[in-house]
């Protein structure tokens, strides 16, 4: 969506290594921030998310951080395993509304073994 | 287990044909949500339902229609499909509670195919 911007849109990564991946948001009054992981072939499910009142936020190897000045957030994943391989979309609100979320293009993780 | 579930799950339909796709849940969830995916373009939103009598249009409404014949059931319609609505279909399900944003649940997704 126009209000959401990710990066990157593929990352390979060896296993063990640690994994990031950004989104940018254009509202500055947005104040909720979810992550989905989508395994091949499956659906969209969450796996973290961050409301604008705090900074940072994690959950055994995953986590995320928020910028509200620089209006950007991050996800990251620490000691990958072959079975983070998936595709990650951030979510922010719609600007100008206060009931939909606007997903970003999404970014194919892979985990080389 | 409270579930989304999507209705066909693959369907090949011919240009200028009418087709529904439906969604049910059993979460008891008010908020209902339909999504088209297409490669590289993330999830795009077209249509979504806070209750039974609330419809409103997402990012790309424009070639759909919704029906919210109750709260457990959400369809989805193309009055006259074409190729370029070729694309994977989700249906996501959210609580209505006081915060404006929870955590949405997605149907297992229609692959739709318009020759």
């Known amino acids: 969506g126009e209000n959401v911007e990710q990066h990157p849109s593929t990352l390979s990564v060896q296993e063990g290594d640690s994994a990031v991946i950004k989104c940018t948001y254009s509202d500055s009054a947005s104040n909720y921030f979810p992550w989905y992981k989508q395994e091949l072939g499956k659906r969209p499910q969450l796996i973290i998310d961050i409301r604008s009142n705090v900074g940072e936020k994690k959950d055994q190897r995953i986590a995320v951080t928020l910028n509200k000045t620089a209006k950007h957030f991050s996800l990251h994943i620490t000691e990958t395993q072959p079975e983070d391989s998936a595709v990650y979309f951030c979510a922010a609100p719609i600007t100008g509304s206060a009931r939909q979320l606007t997903f970003g293009s999404g970014t194919q993780l892979t985990v080389l073994p | 287990d409270a579930d989304v579930t999507q209705t066909p799950r693959n369907r090949i339909t011919k240009t200028g044909k009418r087709i529904m796709l439906e969604c049910s849940q059993t979460k008891g969830h008010d908020r209902m949500y339909w999504y088209r995916q297409d490669p590289g373009l993330g999830l795009q939103l077209i249509y979504y339902?806070?209750?039974?009598?609330?419809?409103n249009k997402g990012e790309i409404s424009d070639g759909y229609s919704v029906s919210r014949q109750a709260q457990a059931k959400f369809s989805l319609s193309l009055e006259s499909a074409i190729p370029n609505q070729t694309a994977l279909y989700f249906c996501?399900?959210?609580?209505?509670?006081?915060?404006?944003?929870?955590?949405?649940?997605f149907g297992p997704g229609t692959r739709l195919t318009v020759l």
């Open positions: 339902s806070f209750d039974v009598k609330d419809i």
């Open positions: 996501a399900t959210s609580a209505g509670l006081a915060v404006s944003y929870n955590e949405q649940f």
